[in-house]
C-alpha cells in the first residue's frame, strides 16, 4: 500500500498550489497609482507655492527694472528706481522706520515673551489660563486690534482720561497725530500683540530642558540669574532662533497696523517700505517704482534673516 501525502478531500477541494510542498512565494503587487505616500501628492501644493511665491517674486523683480504704471507697456530703465530711492528723503526715512520697527519689536516681545514662558513654566494652578489670556492677542486681527488701540491713544480715550484724572492734564496728547509719538504707538501695538507668539515658542523650548540639569546647577550653588544664563538659555537656542527669526521677519513687513493707525502720517513719521510700496503701486500707479521698493525689502528681510541665523544658530557642543 503506497503512502500519500494526502486525503481524496484534500487532492480535490485544496489547490495544488497551496498544498505542502507545493507553495509559490505570494506574486509582488504593483504600487498602486494612487498610493498614499507619493510624492506627486505634493504637487498642487508645491505647484501653488512655486506661481504665488517664485514666480510671482521673479516677475516682480523684474518689473522693479522698469518704467511699467500697471497698465500698458512699459520701458527697461535699470537701476534708476533704486537712484531714486537712495536719493530720496522720504524712502531714506521709511527705511529707518522699518528698521527701528524690526528690531525694537523683535527685542522687547522677545524678552517679554520668555519672561511669561519662564513664569508660566512653573506649577502654577492657573497657569493654563494664563497662557490661552496671553496667546490671545496673536490670534485676533491685526487690523481689529490696530483700530482698538487707535481709540485707547485718541485724543480722548482711555489714556488722555487716566492721566487727566491724575492731575497730569500736560501729558495728555493726540497721540497717534503727534509726529514725535506716533511711531511709539505702533511698536506698543506691534509688541503686544507678538508677546503671546514668542512665549509660545519658549515654552515649547523650555519643555525639553532637563530639569535634573537645573537641579544639579543648584546643588552646585549657582543661583537663579546664574542657572538662566549657563544652563537654561543655551539650552533653548533653536527656540531663540525660531523665535527672533520670525519676529524680524513680521517686523520688517509691518503695515496693517500702520494704514489702520496713522495711514502713515503724520508727516511720514511712520511710513514704512511696506507702506510705500502700497502707496507707489496701488495709489501713485507707479508700479516699477513700487517693485523696486519691494524687491529692495525682500533683499533686506533675506540678508537680516540669514545673520539672525548665523549668530543665534550655534551646535550644542559648543556650550
Known sequence: MSLRTGSETELVIVPKSARKGHRRPPTPRRPGLLKFGHWWWALPGIILVLAVHYVATTIGGFFAFTDWSGIGSFAWIGFDNFARIFGDPTQIG????TLFLAFVSVILSNIAGLALALGLNRGLKTRYALRVLF????????LAVAYVWKFIFDYNG????FLRALGFDEFARAWVADPMWAIWTILVVV?????????????????????EIEEAAAIDGANLWQRFWHVTLPSIRPAVAIATTLGLVNGLRIFDQIMAMTGGGPAGATETLATQVYKESF????FGYGAALALLLT?????FAIIQQRLTNGRPEED
Open 94 to 97: 521709511s527705511l529707518g522706520n
Open 135 to 142: 496667546f490671545m492677542p496673536v490670534v485676533l486681527s491685526p
Open 158 to 161: 482711555p489714556i488722555n482720561a
Open 191 to 211: 509688541v503686544w500683540q507678538n508677546i503671546g507668539f514668542a512665549m509660545v515658542i519658549y515654552m515649547a523650548g523650555l519643555a525639553a530642558v532637563p530639569v
Open 283 to 286: 495709489a501713485l500707479g507707479n
Open 299 to 303: 533683499v533686506i528681510i533675506l540678508v
